[in-house]
C-alpha cells in the first residue's frame, strides 16, 4: 500500500492543554478519508498539523515519505491543497481570478500568469461546474456556490492531496450532497487523496473509504465506515445511545439517534 500521508506518535499543544495525543495514522495514496468527532476532538487542529500551519510539540508527519516540517512552503503547496472552512473573501475578486490565485505555486516572483496557468484553472473551473461564474464577484454567489470555487482554486494548484476542514457546514442538504459528490468525482478520476473533517456522520460513511473516529484528541479507530460506524464506537465516542440501520444491499451503516 502506498502512502500519502504517515503520522507517528504526534503530539500537540496549545500552551499546556494537549490537543493531540499519541496520534498514528497511515493514510493511503488515492483515498477518500472523513475525520470524525466531537467539538474539541481535534479535528482542524489535526488538518492544520498536517498542513503544516501548526507545528507538533512531539512526534513526525509524513508526505510521500517526506517530513512535512522540510518541505518548502511552495513545495508542500504542490502538494498538498487546503479548502478551510471559513471561504470569506474579504475583496470582491472575480471569480476567475480566485481560481487563478490557486496557481501561485507555479509563478514566479515578478511573474505574471502564463497562457498554460490560465488553462489550468479554467479546466478546475469546468471540472467544478463554476465556469460560467468566472466573470461574477466572489461575494456575489451563494454559500454553495463558493465552496465550488474554493475548491476549484485548490485543484488549479494540481496537487496531489486534497485537504477540507468542514466545507459542507452551512449548506443546505443539495449543496452538501453537490460538495461531496463533487469530491469523490475528483478522487476517483482524478486521484485525489482527499482528507476532510465532517460533523455528519451518515454522510461521511456513504462517501468515505476510511474513517478516522477522533476521541479527545486520541484516535479511537481508523477504518472502514463499516466497521468505525457501530454502536459501541458512537456511544462512547459520541456518548449518545445509537440505533444501526441498513438499507438493503447497502453495506454502510446509518446511525439514528435514540
Not at 117 to 126: G, N, S, T, V, Y
Not at 131 to 137: F, I, N, S, V
Not at 216 to 245: A, C, F, H, W
Amino acid at each position: 500500500m502506498n502512502t500519502a500521508v504517515l503520522i507517528e506518535n504526534l503530539t500537540f499543544k496549545y500552551d499546556i492543554d494537549e490537543v493531540l495525543k499519541n496520534t498514528n495514522m497511515d493514510i493511503p495514496k488515492g483515498s477518500f478519508v472523513s475525520i470524525l468527532g466531537p467539538n474539541g476532538s481535534g479535528k482542524t487542529t489535526l488538518l492544520k498539523n498536517i498542513c503544516n500551519i501548526l507545528k507538533p510539540n512531539s512526534g513526525n508527519i509524513l508526505i510521500n515519505n517526506r517530513n512535512v516540517s522540510n518541505i518548502k512552503y511552495k513545495d508542500l503547496a504542490k502538494i498538498i491543497a487546503v479548502v478551510h472552512q471559513s471561504a470569506d473573501i474579504q475583496f470582491d475578486f472575480s471569480v476567475f481570478d480566485v481560481v487563478l490565485m490557486g496557481r501561485y505555486p507555479y509563478i514566479g516572483r515578478f511573474k505574471s500568469e502564463s497562457k498554460k496557468d490560465i488553462e489550468i484553472a479554467k479546466e478546475a473551473m469546468i471540472n467544478t461546474g463554476v465556469w460560467e461564474l468566472r466573470d461574477k464577484g466572489i461575494n456575489e454567489i451563494s454559500g454553495g456556490e463558493k465552496q465550488r470555487v474554493m475548491i476549484a482554486r485548490a485543484l488549479a494548484q494540481e496537487p496531489e492531496i486534497l485537504i477540507l476542514d468542514e466545507p459542507i457546514s452551512n449548506l443546505d442538504i443539495k449543496y452538501q450532497v453537490g460538495i461531496l459528490e463533487l469530491c469523490r468525482k475528483l478522487n476517483r478520476e482524478k486521484k485525489l487523496t482527499i482528507i476532510m473533517t465532517l460533523h455528519d456522520i451518515n454522510l461521511a460513511g456513504r462517501y468515505s473509504d476510511y474513517l478516522i473516529l477522533l476521541d479527545k484528541g486520541e484516535v479511537r479507530i481508523m477504518d472502514t465506515p463499516e466497521k468505525v460506524l457501530t454502536q459501541e464506537n458512537i456511544s462512547t465516542v459520541y456518548d449518545i445511545k445509537v440505533d444501526i440501520l441498513r438499507r438493503d444491499g447497502d453495506k454502510t451503516p446509518y446511525i439514528i439517534p435514540v
